[in-house]
Nanobody, 124 residues
């Protein structure tokens, strides 16, 4: 059973940066394509970015394109989300997710494994 643990969340001023990490344990990270989702209070969880098993192919939600970068280090079994030019509307709990399929997946129900989330708060 794979386990995912996010870290790196926090409080940051608008325009600032944060890097989230997701540690993968239980199985090798390159077994899974991975994604980041976020959920703001009172809203549904939504897709942020995904990366395939090898790390060569990425996809982003329009709202974060050009500001966020998803990457992975399979040797370290770790997924990353570099978040730059943060805005107050980026405030949410960010979740790391994993799926055994390497197909492009952007829906929450397409990911089998989830972390517990990391809070990101952006103030103006």
């Amino acid at each position: 059973q794979v386990q995912l643990v996010e870290s790196g969340g926090g409080l940051v001023q608008a325009g600032g940066s944060l890097r989230l990490s997701c540690a993968v344990s239980g199985r090798a990270a390159d077994t899974y394509a991975m994604g980041w989702f976020c959920q703001a209070p009172g809203t549904e969880r939504r897709f942020v970015a995904r990366i395939n098993r090898s790390g060569e192919l990425t996809l982003y939600a329009d709202s974060v394109k050009g500001r966020f970068t998803i990457s992975r280090d399979n040797a370290k079994n770790t997924l990353y989300l570099q978040m730059n030019s943060l805005k107050p509307e980026d405030t949410a709990v960010y979740y790391c997710a994993a799926t055994t399929s390497d197909a492009i997946r952007t829906r929450e129900d397409q990911y089998e494994y989830w972390g517990r989330g990391a809070q990101v708060t952006v103030f103006s």
